[in-house]
């Protein structure tokens, strides 16, 4: 089974085809912009890809990587490895915020600027301005202002 998605960022298309022949495993997903250029990933499988834009581009995710497509794909794509889950990533020009089953960390060009270890998975995520907003199962709330370098939890 092949997945295709089409993402329009600055100006430029993009297919992201994923192919599940062997998930929950792996995937192999390929990322087509116009004028033929490709690039090919082998991902984990165990949850769907997520997708973000931003003035700079697009990005996209797997279980346990950030794959930002910076200069709407002009060059070759940024990779950032995680070594836990990833639930969501929103990019915050130059640095990105990175939700994970049990933390969330905030990255920079040099690698992690900051993070907080959460009690529980997070059920749902937003970010409100400069304040990430984590509601888990139990009912509890979290928010964590995002900084330039450090992330702070809020009373």
Not at 18 to 37: C, F, K
Not at 39 to 47: D, G, K, N, Y
Request: negative net charge; contains cysteine; proline residues 5%.
């Amino acid at each position: 089974m092949t997945e295709n998605t089409t993402i329009v960022a600055g100006g430029h298309v993009f297919q992201v085809l994923a192919d599940l022949t062997t998930a929950p495993r792996s995937m192999t997903v390929t990322v087509r912009a116009e004028g033929g250029r490709d690039w090919t990933f082998q991902e984990p499988a165990w949850r769907p890809l997520g997708y973000g834009l931003g003035d700079h581009g697009f990005y996209l995710w797997s279980a346990r990587r950030l794959i930002s497509f910076g200069d709407a794909g002009l060059r070759e794509p940024e990779l950032t490895p995680l070594d836990e889950d990833i639930i969501a990533v929103f990019y915050l020009d130059p640095t990105w915020l990175a939700v994970c089953e049990t933390s969330v960390r905030l990255l920079g060009q040099a690698g992690e600027l900051s993070r907080v270890e959460l009690s529980e998975v997070a059920t749902s995520v937003r970010l409100e301005g400069r304040v990430l907003v984590l509601d888990g199962p139990s009912g509890v709330q979290i928010k964590l202002e995002v900084g330039a370098k450090q992330l702070r939890v809020l009373d």
